[in-house]
Every structure is written in C-alpha cells, then in structure tokens.
C-alpha cells in the first residue's frame, strides 16, 4: 500500500485479530472524523495472524483510504506484539492506539490531544473516572468493572501508584515516547499496558489519566478470569525483567532503525 508523501502527525495503531466484522465500522469512523480535520495522519493496522478475512477487509477498504497500512503478522502473537509493531512502524509524531472494536469513539482522541498540550508525556483513557463523572458514559459488563477495579487495585500495590484503569486501550504517546517504552517492551500478550505504563512512570514521564466515553461491545477476545490470570503473571515478569535490567534505554539510531525495519517487514 502507498504511504501518504506528506508529514505525518497522528497515526491511529489498531491491533486486530480476527475483526473482519467488527474492523470495517471504525475504520469508516475514524477516516471520516479524521478527513474532516485536514491534518496528515496514517492508519496502521496490524492484522495479529487473523484466521478469517479480516487481512482482505482492510485491503478493500484502503483501495478508497490510502492512508491505511497493513501490517500482516503470520502468526497470532498478542496484542502486546500486535501494538508494538505497529508503534515501531508508525510515522506519526502522535500515536494513538485503540482497540478494533471502536469501543471508544475516536473522537475522544481530543481529550487525549488536549492532555499532550498541557506538557504531558502520554495520556491514557480511563473508564474508572468517565464511570464516577456523569457527564461521561461508560456502559460494561458488571463483571467485568468488578474484576476490572480489582485488578487495577492490585496492580497498584505492585507498582502502577495512581493510575485507576491501567487496561483501557486508548492511549495517546508522543513519537519520542512510543520509540523509547516499546523499543524495550517485552510481553506479548494483553499484559503489554502494565508493562509500557510501569517503565513510564520509572523514567519520570507524565502521564495524564483521562476520562472517555467507552461502550462495551459484543465479541470481546478477552476472558476476564483465564486472562486476568495471565496479566497477573505477566505484571510480575515485569517485576522481573526489570530486576534483570531488561528496560535500560535503547537510544541507539542503529538498534531503532532496526526494531523499526522489523515492524515494517510484514508491512503491505
């Protein structure tokens, strides 16, 4: 696929993995929204060894939408893997990544942007405060928010202080930021937010947490217990990695030209 020829500001990171049906509405949402702001942005998304058609879904629609690129993975490697290539690959000066499920209109990527403005680092959506602010609406499952707060009250004891939904996947980073946090990111599965957000707040960046309107939609990829479970797991690999000085800066133009080249392999 073409790549815009002009500078790009934003790029829009969607993981997918077979999304065939729920993808092609978004993607309608965003173009448009973003069309009409006239600023240069790209669309990356990165199909996560899909076994349906979710791969020709987005070819068809990009024929009309060159601003899309495809990232196709051969095999289904987590969500983790999924934004990472995508992050590492984007060109924007702004990245976005957000679910393809369009749970979160795009539209509240304003609210992010306005956080970045007032000299913040990355802002990140949350559901937990757009739930206990009434000009906000957050429809989930009650399961869900029940599993979900717990969660985030034990990922808080273990190291992310402060941040009251660490698994919102709307989050908005500046282009130095998303280089430095995923070019030392290591886990692959849905555990990736834990992971980017505790070695954000280890290097002193500012995080702005958000309210956003979010709607849970039917479909979901995730098991709350069997997956919660993991992230548990996965939050102490970070624990881990971190003692074995796994997340040292990698500012080296060469290793990011290279993290860089093996995002961009799969990319159509």
Same mark, same amino acid.
């Given at each position: 696929?073409?790549?815009?020829?002009?500078?790009?500001?934003?790029?829009?990171?969607?993981?997918?993995?077979?999304?065939? %049906?729920?993808?092609? @509405?978004?993607?309608?949402?965003?173009?448009?929204?973003?069309?009409?702001?006239?600023?240069?942005?790209?669309?990356?998304?990165?199909? %996560?060894?899909?076994?349906?058609?979710?791969?020709?879904?987005?070819?068809?629609?990009?024929?009309?939408?060159?601003?899309?690129?495809?990232?196709?993975?051969?095999?289904?490697?987590?969500?983790?893997?999924?934004?990472?290539?995508?992050?590492?690959?984007?060109?924007?000066?702004?990245?976005?990544?957000?679910?393809?499920?369009?749970?979160?209109?795009? /539209?509240?990527?304003?609210?992010?942007?306005?956080?970045?403005?007032?000299?913040? %680092?990355?802002?990140?959506?949350?559901?937990?405060?757009?739930?206990?602010?009434?000009?906000?609406?957050?429809?989930?499952?009650?399961?869900?928010?029940?599993?979900?707060?717990?969660?985030?009250?034990?990922?808080?004891?273990?190291?992310?202080?402060?941040?009251?939904?660490? /698994?919102?996947?709307?989050?908005?980073?500046?282009?130095?930021?998303?280089?430095?946090? +995923?070019?030392?990111?290591?886990?692959?599965?849905?555990? +990736?937010?834990?992971?980017?957000?505790?070695?954000?707040?280890?290097?002193?960046?500012?995080?702005?947490?958000? @309210?956003?309107?979010?709607? %849970?939609?039917?479909?979901?990829?995730?098991?709350?217990?069997?997956?919660?479970?993991?992230?548990?797991?996965?939050?102490?690999?970070?624990?881990?990695?971190?003692?074995?000085?796994?997340?040292?800066?990698?500012?080296? @133009?060469?290793?990011?030209?290279?993290?860089?080249?093996?995002?961009?392999?799969?990319?159509?």
């Amino acid at each position: 696929m073409a790549r815009p020829s002009k500078r790009i500001t934003l790029s829009i990171i969607l993981p997918a993995y077979n999304e065939q %049906d729920r993808l092609p @509405p978004y993607l309608t949402s965003i173009t448009r929204y973003l069309s009409q702001r006239g600023d240069p942005y790209e669309i990356v998304v990165v199909d %996560d060894g899909s076994r349906d058609e979710t791969a020709e879904r987005v070819r068809q629609f990009a024929v009309d939408a060159p601003v899309i690129r495809l990232i196709q993975l051969e095999h289904n490697n987590g969500k983790g893997a999924a934004v990472r290539a995508g992050m590492l690959a984007a060109q924007g000066t702004l990245r976005l990544m957000t679910d393809a499920d369009g749970a979160t209109p795009i /539209q509240e990527i304003e609210r992010l942007e306005h956080a970045l403005s007032q000299d913040n %680092d990355l802002a990140i959506g949350s559901r937990f405060l757009g739930s206990r602010d009434n000009r906000y609406r957050v429809q989930a499952r009650w399961h869900r928010t029940v599993l979900g707060n717990a969660f985030n009250r034990m990922a808080q004891r273990l190291g992310l202080e402060g941040i009251t939904d660490t /698994q919102c996947g709307f989050k908005l980073f500046r282009k130095r930021v998303a280089e430095d946090l +995923f070019s030392v990111a290591r886990i692959d599965g849905y555990g +990736f937010d834990l992971e980017l957000l505790y070695v954000a707040l280890r290097r002193n960046y500012r995080i702005a947490e958000i @309210p956003i309107n979010w709607t %849970d939609q039917p479909g979901s990829k995730v098991h709350v217990i069997r997956d919660g479970l993991r992230m548990c797991r996965e939050l102490l690999a970070v624990h881990r990695h971190a003692a074995q000085g796994s997340y040292q800066r990698r500012e080296s @133009p060469d290793t990011l030209h290279e993290l860089r080249q093996a995002a961009e392999s799969h990319t159509y």
